[in-house]
């Protein structure tokens, strides 16, 4: 599986920004697609995933209410729109994927990464 991110950039604090994976290969069957990031220093996060067959969704606690993910079936595509962002979400995003049906667990494949930056 191979997993192309983008959509990343500069933006002031209260913007939106909307993030895009391309996936590609075998994807296919039950699978999960999610969204991490990475702040300066930090270890890598947990923002929000999708489960593929169904649509359902799991965000982190401190994105609820301002990002949605989504997936787009003939594009093969997640999206993630931040909305309402902060300085706090400034990072480098990264988009994973993982066979099976639990919105939670380890990801088997993962994107280049694609830069946030929430200016104050």
């Known amino acids: 599986v191979q997993l192309q991110a983008s959509g990343g950039g500069l933006v002031q604090t209260g913007g939106s920004l909307r993030l895009s994976c391309a996936a590609s290969?075998?994807?296919?069957?039950?699978?999960?697609m999610g969204w991490f990031r990475q702040a300066p220093g930090k270890e890598r996060e947990f923002v929000a995933a999708i489960r593929w067959s169904s649509g359902s969704t799991v965000y982190a606690d401190s994105v609820k209410g301002r990002f949605t993910i989504s997936g787009d079936n003939a594009e093969n595509t997640v999206s993630l729109q931040m909305n309402n962002l902060k300085p706090e979400d400034t990072g480098v995003y990264y988009c994973?994927?993982?066979?099976?049906?639990?919105?939670?667990?380890?990801?088997?494949?993962w994107g280049q990464g694609t830069q946030v930056t929430v200016s104050s």
């Open positions: 994973a994927f993982r066979p099976g049906y639990l919105l939670t667990g380890i990801y088997d494949y």
């Open positions: 290969g075998r994807t296919f069957g039950n699978y999960v």
